[in-house]
């Protein structure tokens, strides 16, 4: 396993420097249209604005001596200086806002990912039951439905039905560990419910097909117990494609949490984003992006184990 | 000089669209109500996108000055009730299609721009170009979407065209994905390797042979990618890096209602939003429509499954003294059009303590469904129809599958075809070689283990507890149908059924898994089912052989008569393919066909087609199985032969 680990993490670093590319060329796009400085200074701008911001950004040197010196200084943690407001680092910002991110896409794929199992193991064991159809149904619903829309209508229907306006804003589980669950659940929920759907069509799917396998037909012919023929022969097999859904959602869900965290008020990545897009800030989304890659690149490290985890082909060949 | 022969050639691959038939297609996809109603829906999307005033009857944009009407509910005025300007939301739904039709227009246009030629290059070129183009854009496909779209916005500027700019270039990594795929596969295909040695160009051959193969895969993509476009632009406007503050795009709709949260402007979600959800479920539903029409059994659903037939209590009698009974078993499986087609009719058969009874027959005999109706196993849809099962003088037929489990992998061992495929890939042999153990006795784990390593030193299994920690993927096939004895053997079972235990394997290993069966009956002194289409291994190994062709019982007998004077002309087709009784020259004989499907069966005698003996007589009347001594036959003209042992016949 730590063989298979270590291939994993050696493979991650060509990735990482595309993502490093992919994050630098935003800038030089930028550029080619026209002048950065001129746009975030707006429309009165002074010399000195403009002047400080090119210092900046190193725009006098040729390209690849700035994208390696970005590079490099990044690789120390260094993302530069936000453009709007020199004296803040741009790798402060992040590291104030992301717990937030992180926090809700982690806990809503925990409760998305447990809930869609179990919707998914009661679809899958009788298929065309009237359990399975009506989760078949919600499930269908859910995927069409924005994370963002049902946030909104949860915490309208706890406001107006229960009277239990859910509490604004981000609490650092510094604080209170109690009071950052509180404040990350209804959040978490809405982003979890499209989750949900996608978990219970993948794992539903995977699962009749390993329940009517050979296998599974064998240990029956075995007098193996039914929990035991579900949870221990047909679950892990079908969890193997199962977890790659899991992979390509978590990813999505790091995008869409941006609107979640509006919703709820929570100072997350999507008001840094959103107010740096609207200010043309571009080191803070360039900082982002490379924060935001390096999180895709660990869920799917993490997506890679759990593979391997489950299918021990996998983990014993190479 | 080859011009006029190159010209042949070229037309001689068809174009594989042509020869499909088309008009099936519709009438499939409008057979589904939820097909029909997203095509409703998709349609009402596409009039208010071209013709908005003419289904809404305010302007979006206008409110009302005077500022009473505002966050108003539902009325005869306004359908849908007010925003906080006193704007009519109904109009600004209808409205707001333009926008979402819009958004799709652009980024299609951006994905499949880009997406369809770098995937036909990618995979029409491959080597390192595809392994660029593919690696580039497995990046991209894991970045998420959103950011992908801030990314170019922030380059452009914050609108929506620039928003779906930047949508279609990460939507444009699945096209990529699926064009390539398409055309890899088409690629290997002989018509086009034979267009590409005539001389065809590349892109003629793209859009002759090509094209027509990715179109429906791509229509149903382009039907889900579009939901999900929706989806992502609502969310980008939502943010305020779409649309415009003052557009009735949905997004902004949302943002609206999310602003106007504890001033009673809530109700603002309920259009917007529904909107929204309809839409992007009629993408998601008119793709799974298409893609469902597409196919080609898309008739059989599960929802045509008709009732279990509910079957009456008949006593049955039973051998004494036999293990397994099985009296008139029949099987039934739903078929089109609310029919049952009868896998099995009238089977019987017993087994006795210490006896082989070996089944023979070719595959589509019903021999393994046999088995597995016998033991409760009957796979679904399937179920019983008729008779009666007693195993160890007990009546089992309808057994609870709580009492079965506690029978089953106890009493009654069961040995596969596909002894790998009969191991759990995900279990390591040792874990499932104890959970019988642990099932049916009261070992503990460490006994268990133990247990389990004897068992596979009994079965001859070299290094046993290193082999216990080890997958089945790590076992040749047979190793792995020596874990297959070993486990229908750990509780010590007094019946042992083998369904074609050596069928799978090697020559070489195939004696050795029945030496091995043969000694453990022995030592064990169990009954055994040997089922095989192979009658030189029931020649050495079967005490009674009971012979089956389709889903019936055509014959029973001892080995020595069944091989000194088979009765059925079909059991004397089987003997006459054995290797072992060709003395002559020449090719082995086989019988001309195959066993027909069950939905295909003649009236009369069922091997009456495929039999050289087959009168007017044996089309139409149904034989019966007769006794002959303490032999049966199921055959109308059996006192007319007399088969020797690999002899002349004299019908």
């Given amino acids: 396993m730590a063989r298979y680990i270590g291939i994993r993490l050696l493979a991650m670093i060509p990735l990482l420097f595309a993502i490093a590319v992919i994050s630098f060329a935003i800038a030089v796009a930028m550029e080619a249209r026209g002048s950065i400085a001129g746009s975030v200074c707006g429309e009165g701008a002074t010399i000195e604005c403009i002047a400080q911001v090119e210092r900046q950004l190193g725009l006098d040197d040729p390209m690849p001596i700035r994208f390696v010196r970005w590079l490099a200084s990044a690789a120390t943690g260094d993302l530069g200086t936000s453009l709007t407001n020199q004296s803040v680092s741009v790798s402060s910002l992040i590291a104030d806002r992301i717990g937030a991110t ?36 919600a499930s269908a619903a859910l995927i069409a439905a924005p994370g963002f829309v049902l946030a909104m209508l949860l915490s309208w229907w706890l406001a107006v039905e229960w009277g239990w306006l859910s509490p604004a804003g981000y609490t650092r589980p510094s604080e209170s560990i109690t009071g950052w669950i509180r404040s990350i659940t209804l959040p978490a929920i809405g982003l979890a419910l499209p989750t949900v759907a996608l978990v219970q069509r993948q794992l539903r799917s995977s699962m009749t097909n390993a329940l ?40 999505a869900a790091l995008g869409l949490t941006f609107t979640v965290e509006v919703v709820f008020n929570i100072n997350g990545m999507g008001t840094l984003l959103t107010n740096a897009i609207q200010t043309r800030n571009v080191t803070v989304l360039q900082g982002s992006m490379l924060v935001v890659g390096i999180v895709v690149l660990v869920v799917n490290l993490l997506v890679d184990i759990s593979y391997g985890l489950l299918n021990p082909k996998v983990r014993l060949e190479r | 000089m080859s011009d006029a022969s190159t010209a042949v050639a070229v037309s001689a691959p068809q174009p594989v669209q042509a020869a499909r038939a088309r008009s099936g297609f519709w009438m499939r996809l409008f057979r589904n109500p939820l097909t029909v ?31 009473t009407r505002t966050f108003e509910g539902p009325s005869w005025d306004h359908w849908l009730g007010t925003d906080g300007q006193g704007r009519d939301l109904y109009s600004r739904v209808v409205f707001g299609a333009r926008f979402a039709v819009n958004s799709i227009l652009i980024a299609m246009v951006v ?72 055309t890899l596969a088409e690629k290997e295909e002989m ?81 917007a939003g529904g909107a929204l959800v309809l839409t992007v479920l009629a993408f998601n539903l008119l793709g799974d429509g298409i893609r469902d029409s597409l196919g080609r059994d898309a008739a059989s659903s599960s929802l045509t499954v008709p009732r279990k037939v509910a079957l009456p209590p008949v006593v049955q009698l039973h051998a004494n003294g036999a293990v397994l009974s099985i009296r008139d078993l029949a099987v039934g499986f739903p078929a089109p059009g609310g029919m049952v087609n009868r896998v099995l009719s009238d089977v019987s058969l017993e087994v006795f303590p210490g006896e082989t009874l070996g089944v023979v027959g070719e595959s589509g005999s019903g021999k393994s469904m046999t088995m597995l109706a016998a033991l409760g196993l009957t796979p679904a849809p399937g179920y019983l129809s008729q008779g009666s099962v007693s195993f160890d003088g007990r009546e089992v037929t309808f057994l609870p599958e709580q009492e079965w489990q506690e029978i089953r992998g106890r009493d009654i061992g069961m040995i596969f075809q596909e002894p790998v495929a009969a191991l759990n890939p995900a279990l390591r042999v040792g874990r499932q070689l104890m959970q019988s153990l642990l099932v049916h006795t009261d070992m503990s784990k460490s006994q268990a283990r133990a247990r389990a390593a004897e068992l596979l030193a009994e079965v001859q299994v070299p ?39 050596t069928t799978a394997l090697d020559v070489t290993v195939q004696g050795q ?15 055994v089912i040997l089922i095989t289409h192979d009658l030189g291994v029931i020649a050495d190994a079967a005490d009674r052989v009971l012979v089956m062709y389709a889903g019936q019982v055509v014959e029973t007998a001892s080995v020595s008569t069944l091989f000194s004077r088979p009765r059925h002309p079909y059991t004397r087709a089987l003997l006459d393919t054995m290797p072992q009784s060709h003395r002559g020259h020449g090719d082995l004989p086989v019988i001309g066909g195959v066993v027909p499907s069950a939905a295909a069966w003649p009236d009369g005698c069922r091997f009456a087609p495929r039999c050289e003996f087959a009168t007017d007589q044996c089309r139409t009347s149904v034989p019966l199985l007769e006794a002959v001594g303490t032999d049966l036959v199921r055959c109308v003209r059996h006192a007319e032969f007399e088969f020797g042992p690999h002899a002349e016949t004299s019908a």
């Fill in chain 2, 463 to 501: 290094d046993p507890e290193r082999r216990l920690d080890q997958y089945p993927h790590e076992f040749s096939g047979g190793m792995a149908q020596r874990v297959g004895i070993a486990m229908a053997l750990a509780c010590e079972p007094k019946l042992l059924i083998a369904d074609e235990p």
């Fill in chain 1, 212 to 251: 009517q396998s050979r296998y599974v037909l064998a240990a029956r012919a075995r007098g193996i117990r039914r929990t035991s023929l579900i949870g221990e022969h047909a679950l892990p097999n079908a969890m193997i494609p199962t977890v790659t859904a899991i992979g390509f959602r978590a990813a």
């Fill in chain 2, 513 to 527: 898994i029945l030496d091995l069966m043969a000694e453990v009956q022995q030592r064990h002194g169990m009954a």
């Fill in chain 2, 37 to 67: 109603a997203a095509a409703v829906w998709v349609t009402l999307l596409l009039l208010a996108w071209l013709w908005p005033g003419l289904l809404a009857p305010h302007d979006p944009y206008a409110g009302d000055v005077t500022l």
């Fill in chain 2, 111 to 182: 994905a499949i721009g880009l997406g369809v030629p770098l995937g036909l290059f990618s995979g029409w070129r491959g080597g390192r170009a595809d392994r660029i183009v593919m690696w580039v854009n497995d990046v991209l496909f894991s970045l998420p979407i959103v950011l992908l779209a801030m990314a170019v916005i922030i380059i452009l500027e914050p609108s929506l065209p620039s928003a779906m700019l930047g949508v279609g270039i990460a939507m444009a990594t699945r096209f990529v994905r699926l064009t390539r795929a398409v």
């Fill in chain 2, 191 to 271: 018509y086009v390797d034979a267009a590409r040695i005539t001389g065809l160009s590349p892109p003629a051959i793209l859009r002759r042979y090509i094209t027509p193969n990715l179109l429906p895969s791509l229509i149903v993509q382009v039907a889900i990618i579009s939901g999900a476009v929706i989806l992502i632009g609502a969310t980008l406007s939502f943010l305020g890096i779409g649309a415009k503050l003052d557009d009735p795009d949905w997004g902004v709709m949302l943002a609206r209602a999310r602003f106007d949260f504890r001033l009673e402007g809530i109700w603002q979600i309920v259009p």
């Fill in chain 1, 102 to 137: 992180l926090s809700i896409v982690a806990y809503s794929l925990v409760i998305g990912v447990a809930a869609g199992m179990a919707m998914g193991i009661v679809s899958a064991v009788r298929p065309g039951g009237v359990a399975d159809r009506a989760l078949s149904v």
